[in-house]
């Protein structure tokens, strides 16, 4: 496999993941948003998908950190839009909640990252 098929795979990867950890966080907690939740299924979730997509692609660590962060904006506009409940402080849970939680796939990247040095 060549190494830009292999980006692509793994970008797409994360950012299918992003969305899912968003989608799917919200059902096994039973919060809309998965930051309300008082559990670790949605932060550890993020931190192992960006340690995970720096593996597949260490020397671009941080696409897979930029994917997870769109599939889970992607996530989280479809809960938005499909939703009658959503509320009307969505707007700041995207430009504040969403990115700060993002970190935590940078954190998992940047870990790797360091250990592969």
Same mark, same amino acid.
């Given at each position: 496999?060549?190494?830009?098929?292999?980006?692509?795979?793994?970008?797409?990867?994360?950012?299918?993941?992003?969305?899912?950890?968003?989608?799917?966080?919200?059902?096994?907690?039973?919060?809309?948003?998965?930051?309300?939740?008082?559990?670790?299924?949605? /932060? %550890?979730? =993020?931190? $192992? &998908?960006?340690?995970?997509?720096?593996? *597949?692609?260490?020397?671009?660590?941080? #696409?897979?950190?930029?994917?997870?962060?769109?599939g889970q904006t992607v996530g989280f506009l479809w809960r938005?839009?499909?939703?009658?409940?959503?509320?009307?402080?969505? /707007? %700041?849970? =995207?430009? $504040? &909640?969403?990115?700060?939680?993002?970190? *935590?796939?940078?954190?998992?990247?940047? #870990?790797?990252?360091?250990?592969?040095?």
């Amino acid at each position: 496999m060549s190494k830009n098929s292999m980006t692509v795979l793994a970008v797409s990867g994360c950012a299918g993941w992003g969305a899912v950890i968003w989608l799917a966080s919200s059902y096994i907690t039973g919060k809309q948003e998965p930051w309300d939740a008082r559990s670790l299924v949605y /932060p %550890l979730s =993020l931190f $192992i &998908a960006g340690f995970i997509g720096a593996a *597949l692609i260490p020397r671009r660590f941080w #696409l897979a950190v930029v994917a997870v962060w769109t599939g889970q904006t992607v996530g989280f506009l479809w809960r938005v839009f499909t939703s009658s409940d959503a509320g009307g402080l969505w /707007p %700041l849970g =995207l430009v $504040i &909640a969403l990115p700060l939680y993002s970190l *935590l796939s940078l954190f998992g990247a940047c #870990l790797l990252d360091w250990q592969a040095r």
